[in-house]
């Protein structure tokens, strides 16, 4: 079975702070891997996506990821962080993307 | 493009009462999806639709949810009777290939409708 473990519930970091969202899967076979932000009422966007290749993943608005196949783990990166970026983050894992399994998410607060 | 259209966006109703949502996909999406996020939980995927068939509804409550998507393009998701524990938010996602080279598909999400059972 598949699973997709966020540690992290809640960060706070200030804004300019880098910043680095931990996620870590379970998954019998070659992942595909994704990252989605929702923000207050507002669907889930993806971020960035990882099918095969280079396993450092450069997404929109800045993010980008890199894929540990030895720590099954797909954390997210942003150098500095803008008071924008303040929303819930979805790491999901599966081989299809509508059929993958989430997270239950990392809520960031951006300090000013 | 126009993005993934839902409605209602919020609705409070009491338990044992129905509820339906209705969803717009992507124009050119032939996959629909239907999720429940329920407080503190990240999306769950409720049914899946290829053009007008069901894919895959294993995760469907058969007993109070049912989903139809008769001419391939707009859904409704129901709720009928409905109980506490329904209080979520039902997302709509629709999916199409990428525009790159991996020819994966990736979802675009409406912006769901939030329900509260009371």
């Known amino acids: 079975a598949q699973s997709v473990t966020q540690p992290d519930i809640h960060i706070t970091v200030s804004e300019g702070a880098s910043l680095e969202l931990r996620c870590n899967y379970s998954y019998g076979a070659t992942p595909y891997l994704f990252w989605y932000v929702q923000s207050p009422g507002q669907g889930l966007q993806l971020l960035l996506k990882y099918f095969s290749g280079d396993t450092l993943v450069q997404g929109i608005k800045g993010f980008e990821a890199e894929f540990k196949r030895s720590q099954s783990s797909f954390n997210l990166r942003k150098p500095s962080v803008h008071w924008s970026d303040a929303a819930e983050y979805f790491c999901a894992v599966g081989r299809n993307a509508g059929k993958s399994t989430f997270g239950d998410g990392t809520t960031l607060t951006v300090k000013p | 493009e126009a993005g993934v259209a839902q409605s209602p966006r919020y609705k409070i109703i009491e338990k044992r009462q129905s509820v339906a949502f209705w969803c717009n996909p992507i124009s050119g999406h032939a996959t629909l999806y239907w999720y429940q996020q329920i407080l503190g939980q990240g999306p769950k995927l409720l049914i899946q639709f290829q053009n007008n068939g069901v894919v895959d509804d294993s995760q469907l409550p058969k007993d109070r949810f049912s989903a139809e998507r008769l001419k391939g393009v707009d859904s409704t998701l129901k709720i009928q009777p409905a109980k506490l524990e329904d209080s979520a938010v039902y997302l709509c996602?629709?999916?199409?290939?990428?525009?790159?080279?991996?020819?994966?598909?990736?979802?675009?999400f409406g912006a769901g409708s939030r329900l509260t059972v009371l």
């Open positions: 996602a629709s999916s199409g290939i990428q525009r790159d080279n991996s020819g994966a598909n990736v979802l675009t």
